[in-house]
């Protein structure tokens, strides 16, 4: 199973964790994804760069108590992150 990390010292705000997220879960691509959270629940789907529609993987978020304290839409993104049961979240 494949293992996602984002590193919540990388980023302070929504900008910085759409980059955060773009670096790791669609490399590979010539074009960005959407700077909001629809853009960040469809990537969750897969087929967008690293994984596979549907594959399961680990996503673990270091520094996460961090990025709740700094990100205005935290609980959203959990929510999302948990509405896919593909994805394991291992808050870290």
């Known amino acids: 199973m494949r293992i996602i990390e984002l ?4 980023f302070s705000n929504q900008k910085g964790f759409y ?4 670096s790791k879960m669609t ?10 959270l629809n853009a960040f ?3 969750l789907y897969g087929g967008f760069g690293v994984d596979e ?4 993987h680990i996503l673990k978020w270091h520094r996460s108590e961090k990025s709740k304290s700094e ?3 935290f609980d959203q993104i ?3 992150i948990k509405e896919h049961e593909n994805i394991e ?4």
């Open 7 to 10: 590193n919540g010292n990388k």
């Open 27 to 36: 490399s590979g691509l010539n074009w960005k994804i959407g700077q909001n």
């Open 89 to 92: 979240l291992q808050l870290t």
């Open 71 to 73: 990100l205005k839409c």
């Open 78 to 80: 959990i929510e999302i």
């Open 53 to 56: 529609v549907d594959k399961k």
């Open 41 to 43: 629940n469809d990537v």
């Open 19 to 22: 980059r955060e997220v773009e």
